[in-house]
């Protein structure tokens, strides 16, 4: 099974996707985690990353594509994923060759999300105020596009990402059987 969680910053999407990689024993994988180790390396490409991602841009989707493609080309990924924060804008969407089984939209008011964001401790260099909002803002501007696209494919499963927890991992379960 190859599944995309989508959400704003502070949606619930590494909550959720760590719960279903155990649930349904198909590893879970995150965008942000791979830029993050990049970012550390002492490499020009490390750096671009690392500036990029604490502006709160996204890395260009060529990059992207290239990057996440290399991942799951490992073997522990050929029976199937979840990713998260993948893809993040149209072309993304549809240069991915892939493909997805099911996309998840997690979705939360900009205002719940900035609650949770700033009720957790500040643990990355790229989650200022600032970063973040800037996050949220290029999520409305270029991911609203690959929903939509998704929806259009039959793919799309809206869940209500202000449940708690457990019950957003039920019906997330419950849908997928």
Same mark, same amino acid.
């Given at each position: 099974?190859?599944?995309?969680?989508?959400?704003?910053?502070?949606?619930?999407?590494?909550?959720?996707?760590?719960?279903?990689?155990?649930?349904?024993? =198909? %590893?879970?994988?995150? &965008?942000?985690? $791979?830029?993050? #180790?990049?970012?550390?390396?002492?490499?020009?490409?490390?750096? *671009? +990353?690392?500036?990029?991602?604490?502006?709160?841009?996204? =890395? %260009?989707?060529?990059? &992207?594509?290239? $990057?996440?493609? #290399?991942?799951?080309?490992?073997?522990?990924?050929?029976?199937? *994923? +979840?990713?998260?924060?993948?893809?993040?804008?149209?072309?993304?969407?549809?240069?991915?060759?892939?493909?997805?089984?099911?996309?998840?939209?997690?979705?939360?008011?900009?205002?719940?999300?900035?609650?949770?964001?700033?009720?957790?401790?500040?643990?990355?260099?790229?989650?200022?105020?600032?970063?973040?909002?800037?996050?949220?803002?290029?999520?409305?501007?270029?991911?609203?596009?690959?929903?939509?696209?998704?929806?259009?494919?039959?793919?799309?499963?809206?869940?209500?990402?202000?449940?708690?927890?457990?019950?957003?991992?039920?019906?997330?379960?419950?849908?997928?059987?």
């Amino acid at each position: 099974m190859k599944l995309v969680l989508i959400g704003i910053q502070g949606s619930g999407k590494s909550t959720q996707g760590n719960l279903l990689s155990k649930k349904l024993n =198909i %590893p879970y994988l995150s &965008t942000g985690h $791979i830029f993050r #180790e990049l970012a550390k390396e002492k490499t020009q490409n490390g750096r *671009y +990353i690392k500036e990029t991602i604490n502006a709160g841009f996204l =890395i %260009p989707d060529h990059r &992207t594509l290239e $990057i996440v493609e #290399e991942y799951l080309a490992k073997p522990q990924y050929q029976n199937g *994923y +979840i990713l998260d924060g993948f893809p993040r804008t149209l072309r993304q969407a549809e240069e991915f060759k892939d493909g997805v089984d099911r996309a998840i939209f997690l979705d939360v008011s900009d205002k719940e999300a900035l609650w949770r964001l700033s009720d957790r401790e500040q643990e990355r260099e790229d989650e200022t105020l600032q970063a973040i909002r800037k996050r949220i803002d290029v999520f409305h501007e270029h991911t609203k596009p690959v929903l939509e696209y998704y929806k259009e494919r039959g793919k799309l499963m809206y869940v209500n990402g202000e449940q708690t927890i457990e019950k957003i991992t039920k019906e997330i379960l419950e849908r997928l059987n």
